[in-house]
């Protein structure tokens, strides 16, 4: 608890412009976790990440303000101890790879997808880097297209599941980007505007991108996901439970295999993953809450239990998603996220 109020204290100070005393570089040195300061570069990187604290705290302290986002404590930990570092490993990566880096990140709803690829795009801009985010839903198919495809399956009653996708878009995106850009032929960002019919959404005008692009981070709620043997679906957790759950489980299994070629794209995957799954039906209801007090309008506690649970029948996270995080080849970075949304353990598989 002492060293925590240390902490906080210290970071409060570098936040304000201080410059890092060196008692302090030594408390706040680590040599434990995934993003640890070894003994090799020691008090030089603990000071790297000091430093890049001091000038990068301010915006990102405004950029949580804008997001809406509470404590403050908790901005000051995560900052520190995940997105400071993340950002410092991907520029790593970056240079060591020689083109393109493209990560992955993988998690379901209210695990911070949206707020990690803000913020590490605000501290890769500090660090001289080039960096855009990328959403799976950037890649849905036309309204026209999902409506014929809601018609030959009515099964599928919203957008989200594998199959409402442009996989052909993404492959042709991601391989563009891999190969950089230039002024003869600038990149066209999918993008996608989820008000659009109601709610039903549509595409919106592209982005246009002419500079290049250092570091693409591409997130979504089964980014990465790889389809099961048949036989993973013999006993499957509620609420697959009807034999028209898991036929539909089955046919959402197979719809997956279309996506196997936009993964190998990938060059790095982490899992935002929450200690207990069940945590999303809970962050969502605080989410609609949130909308509706604020005069949007939102989802009732018992439309949000049939939403989610719609998905879970799509793609359960027992089967598909915690796998992953014990997969080296497939996962690099596992984040476990708490029921107040902050993180738990990092690791690697």
Same mark, same amino acid.
């Given at each position: 608890?002492?060293?925590?109020?240390?902490?906080?204290?210290?970071?409060?100070?570098?936040?304000?412009?201080?410059?890092?005393?060196?008692?302090?570089?030594?408390?706040?040195?680590?040599?434990?976790?995934?993003?640890?300061?070894?003994?090799?570069?020691?008090?030089?990187?603990?000071?790297?990440?000091?430093?890049?604290?001091?000038?990068?705290?301010?915006?990102?302290?405004?950029?949580?303000?804008?997001?809406?986002?509470?404590?403050?404590?908790?901005?000051?930990?995560?900052?520190?101890?995940?997105?400071?570092?993340?950002?410092?490993?991907?520029?790593?990566?970056?240079?060591?790879?020689?083109?393109?880096?493209?990560?992955?990140?993988?998690?379901?709803?209210? %695990?911070?997808?949206?707020?990690?690829?803000?913020?590490?795009?605000?501290?890769?801009?500090?660090?001289?880097?080039?960096?855009?985010?990328?959403?799976?839903?950037?890649?849905?198919?036309?309204?026209?297209?999902?409506?014929?495809?809601?018609?030959?399956?009515?099964?599928?009653?919203?957008?989200?599941?594998?199959?409402?996708?442009?996989?052909?878009?993404?492959?042709?995106?991601?391989?563009?980007?891999?190969?950089?850009?230039?002024?003869?032929?600038?990149?066209?960002?999918?993008?996608?505007?989820?008000?659009?019919?109601?709610?039903?959404?549509?595409?919106?005008?592209?982005?246009?991108?002419?500079?290049?692009?250092?570091?693409?981070?591409?997130?979504?709620?089964?980014?990465?996901?790889?389809?099961?043997?048949?036989?993973?679906?013999?006993?499957?957790?509620?609420?697959?439970?009807?034999?028209?759950?898991?036929?539909?489980?089955?046919? %959402?299994?197979?719809?997956?295999?279309?996506?196997?070629?936009?993964?190998?794209?990938?060059?790095?995957?982490?899992?935002?993953?929450?200690?207990?799954?069940?945590?999303?039906?809970?962050?969502?209801?605080?989410?609609?809450?949130?909308?509706?007090?604020?005069?949007?309008?939102?989802?009732?506690?018992?439309?949000?239990?049939?939403?989610?649970?719609?998905?879970?029948?799509?793609?359960?996270?027992?089967?598909?998603?915690?796998?992953?995080?014990?997969?080296?080849?497939?996962?690099?970075?596992?984040?476990?996220?708490?029921?107040?949304?902050?993180?738990?353990?990092?690791?690697?598989?």
């Amino acid at each position: 608890m002492v060293k925590y109020v240390k902490l906080m204290t210290i970071l409060q100070r570098w936040g304000e412009g201080k410059r890092p005393q060196r008692e302090e570089l030594e408390l706040l040195g680590t040599s434990e976790g995934v993003f640890a300061i070894g003994a090799e570069n020691g008090l030089e990187g603990i000071e790297r990440r000091a430093n890049l604290w001091r000038s990068v705290y301010p915006d990102l302290l405004q950029l949580c303000q804008k997001l809406g986002l509470g404590k403050s404590e908790l901005i000051l930990t995560t900052s520190w101890h995940f997105w400071l570092p993340l950002g410092l490993q991907l520029a790593h990566c970056k240079e060591k790879l020689g083109r393109t880096l493209i990560q992955g990140i993988l998690g379901g709803q209210g %695990t911070g997808k949206t707020t990690l690829a803000a913020a590490t795009k605000l501290i890769l801009k500090h660090l001289g880097y080039s960096s855009i985010g990328i959403s799976l839903d950037d890649l849905y198919k036309t309204y026209n297209d999902r409506k014929r495809l809601q018609k030959q399956d009515p099964r599928l009653i919203w957008r989200g599941p594998p199959g409402t996708h442009d996989v052909e878009l993404g492959v042709q995106l991601l391989e563009q980007l891999r190969q950089g850009t230039s002024r003869v032929e600038p990149i066209f960002l999918p993008r996608f505007d989820k008000s659009a019919y109601n709610g039903a959404g549509e595409r919106t005008e592209p982005e246009e991108i002419n500079h290049q692009v250092d570091i693409v981070l591409f997130e979504g709620w089964f980014v990465g996901v790889r389809p099961l043997d048949e036989k993973a679906f013999d006993m499957a957790p509620p609420p697959i439970i009807t034999a028209e759950d898991r036929l539909f489980a089955q046919d %959402t299994n197979e719809r997956l295999k279309e996506y196997l070629p936009l993964w190998e794209l990938l060059d790095r995957l982490m899992v935002l993953y929450p200690v207990d799954y069940r945590l999303s039906k809970q962050w969502r209801k605080e989410a609609e809450q949130k909308a509706i007090a604020s005069g949007k309008s939102g989802m009732t506690d018992t439309e949000i239990e049939r939403f989610v649970e719609y998905f879970w029948r799509c793609l359960h996270p027992e089967l598909f998603i915690t796998p992953l995080i014990s997969n080296p080849s497939l996962v690099n970075l596992v984040v476990e996220i708490q029921p107040d949304r902050s993180i738990g353990n990092m690791y690697s598989p």
